[in-house]
């Protein structure tokens, strides 16, 4: 059984991180204010509410957790399995994303992992993560 | 003065069969008149309304839908719509005005027609459309039970605990609903059918995950200077609380403490209670994880201890915290607001063959989202 397949929305908030994502650059928010990075993107700082600016971000990160799902909804996961993660960037922030370009069993928590774009439609972009090239 | 303490004087069920058609209303009607006649009630006798929300008939008014539908005319009427912890909110909400003087008899309904409506598949879709955030994790894929495996393996990673300590969850609760004759599922297991059952999203197993089924649970929340003309005893509210962290999973401050630490807190103050007080318990089960996660927040044991405990029988028929004794969300039915039914009636001693002693505490927990919003409620049989 499947649904249709979700595209993200590309809220007024958020432009910069997915016209980021159309360019291959993983745009995260930091407060000009605090200096804290925080994903997803908002109008203002969620730690002191100060105002945000996009930066890039090394789109380097840590597998904070995962799962392997094996009951996909929809089409873009074939039959499965796939890897639902937390991955914790090294700037901070946290993200839900999926691990690719490894076998889901080979996935593990502290994994060090980092950023690909996976295109879903000519407008939007969302950022994957895969392991570290050796 | 009036005494305006609140009880629960009246609880009552909607049947848990699935019948194509049926619609929310009617599981809520059912379980609203159940109510009723527990209570030894006429609807008239009602002046307040809370209810919660449907997925499968999705009312955006369904209080007033509900009010319209059994022909009542509420004075205080409100709907509730945070997930999961609902239930015990409609309590709280209730307890609150029957405190200040806006009602004195609040009828609480919680019912669904998700299973009838849509289907066990469709469920599972819709609800992940509105458990994942739209654009920042449902393009990703998660199921609603991957959502909670992501906690699940986090808890594992730290506490170095195996996957036996999500399994013997789902056997307690099995143990429990086989002593109950309307449990949907009935039949006992054992970890070895949950590791033999198909896995969902790793480490969850298809008996991880609590069953998609229609319901309707209803209670009535009474002044305490009402209650005594009650067929039934009254169940005292002696604390309530709540906690929120976040709405999304990638969102939350922590894998393993949620909004469910301070809410306990909060209920047990109000209560004068602490955890050893507390004869048995209701968690929320919609999976195995979270109620090694609510043992461990609500102070019933510390960090990490919760496999443990369960694995030491702690939770199970027999055990020192009986833990959802009528099989929960895992092997009852669905519907968070059936474990406040329940406490109620271990409460007063109508439990059958799942009676705990002479119970004479009882807590129950309620969450949404994942592991998002939380809600403790705390009942007694002595004020």
Redesign the interface.
Known sequence: MTSPEPVPLRTLDAQPYWDGCLRGELMVQRCTGCGAYQFYPRVRCVTCAGPVEFVAVSGKGTVHSLTVCHRPLTPRFGDGPYVVALVDLDEGPRLMTNIVGCPPESVYIGMKVTVAFQRLTEDVSMPVFGPVPS | MADRTAAISGVGEASLRTIPGKSALQFAAEAALAALDDAGLSKDDIDGLVTAYSVGDPYNFFATVLAEYLGIKPRFLAQINVGGSVGNLLVSHASAAVADGRASRVLCVWADNRRSAMGG??T??RV??LA????????????VP?LY??????YL?EYKAGPEALADVAVAARAHAAKHPNAIKQKPITRDDVFAS???????HALDCCLISDYGAAAIVTAADRAADHAQEPVWVLGTGEGTTHEF???APS?TSFGARASGQTAFAQAGLTPADIDVAYLYDCFTITVLVLLEELGFCGPGEAAAMVGEGVISPGGRLPVNTHGGLLSYSNGGFLHVIEAVRQLRGQAGARQVGAAETALVHLQGGVLSTHSTLILGRQR
């Not at chain 2, 994942?132 to 199921?143: C, D, K, M, T």
């Not at chain 2, 198909?198 to 969850?204: A, D, E, H, I, T």
């Open positions: 598949n469709a599972v879709s992940a459309d994942a955030h739209p654009s920042y994790e449902l393009p990703y894929g998660p199921l991957s495996a992501l906690v699940a393996n986090r990673h198909p896995m969902v999203s790793s480490p969850l999973i990638s969102q894998l």
